[in-house]
């Protein structure tokens, strides 16, 4: 950005309505948990938890590389998106992340670990994306 850009936008007027500045901070909320959640996770959620959910091995293995990745990402967000901080439920999903089943208990460890992010998703409401 340029002087000229950034002395034009700084010499605006700005309004600092509840209702403006409302709007401001659930936008960077949501933005802001975009950055853990996108649409990847959402299909994985579906395919570990929905109706059809019949995931080989292989498959089992990459969704919890990815949840893994998704719980570090909500740990760093999660206490500025959900008010109060939700311990108990936040500990669930970091001690289900860190768990390393053996083979025979993959999937169901699979689903606990879905279970425990959505039950984060469902905390921070609107502010999901």
Do not use: C
């Not at 579906?46 to 019949?54: F, H, I, Q, R, W």
């Amino acid at each position: 950005m340029t002087l000229d850009v950034a002395t034009q936008l700084l010499s605006r007027r700005t309004t600092d309505d509840h209702d403006t500045l409302g709007t401001i901070l659930h936008s960077l909320r949501r933005s802001l948990a975009s950055e853990a959640i996108d649409e990847q996770t959402y299909d994985d959620l579906e395919a570990v938890l929905g109706p059809y959910a019949d995931l080989a091995p292989r498959e089992a293995r990459a969704i919890v590389k990815r949840f893994r990745e998704a719980t570090t990402k909500l740990v760093e967000l999660v206490p500025y998106l959900v008010r109060p901080y939700p311990v108990d439920e936040m500990r669930r999903l970091i001690y289900q992340s860190a768990e390393h089943p053996r083979l025979e208990d993959e999937l169901s460890h699979l689903r606990r670990l879905a279970l425990a992010i959505l039950a984060i998703l469902d905390l921070m409401g609107d502010n999901a994306p």
